[in-house]
């Protein structure tokens, strides 16, 4: 089935959540229930924030994968900048990731894709978007965080020319479906 890459738009909110909740391993959902109304679904308050404008957890930031009308996958990116003025992450969670930066690369913060719609190339021509992206910014390279569990995304990623820079601890939650070591990877 033929697929086609597109920019994605806010009625995309919504998929580009789910797609999130599949990359993260529960970070997603973790870092959503933080900022959730008392009973509010957390796949709402995704969508709520990727419906946003000009920041970088926008669909503004998404590259979608669609087949007969149908998004089968998505790439979240964004430029990673040094801020020495941002408070910093007090958070017993997502603390150990705040030093896991590169900044002035392309930051790609999720790649997925549904069931069904993986091992087809489509990972590789989302990487190829971003590099060009990349280069198109004057960037330094890509960058991304992976989990050590996720074995076949690293290898997946090293295939493609990235390499392990840093590492951290993942501080263990009941919302966070890995333990082990994160890995932040490069590529130039």
Known sequence: MAVEFRSARRSDAREIARLFQISSEGASDYIWSQIAEPGQDL??????????DDVDFSYQNCLI???????????????????????????????????????DTLYISSLALHEGWRNLGLGKQFLAFAYDRANQLGLNGLS?????????????????????????????????????????????
């Open 65 to 103: 994968a669609e087949s007969n009308g149908e998004i089968v996958g998505m790439m979240h990116c964004y430029v990673m900048r040094h801020d020495p003025l941002a408070a910093p992450v007090t958070d017993p969670v997502l603390a150990p990731y705040a030093t896991m930066e590169i900044p």
């Open 43 to 52: 796949l709402d308050v995704g969508a709520i924030r990727y419906a946003r």
């Open 144 to 188: 991304l965080i992976d989990y050590a569990a996720n074995t076949g995304a690293r290898r997946f990623y090293e295939r493609h020319g990235f390499r392990i820079v840093d590492t951290c601890q993942i501080t263990p939650h009941p919302m966070i479906r890995v333990t082990g070591e994160a890995y932040l990877m490069y590529r130039p």
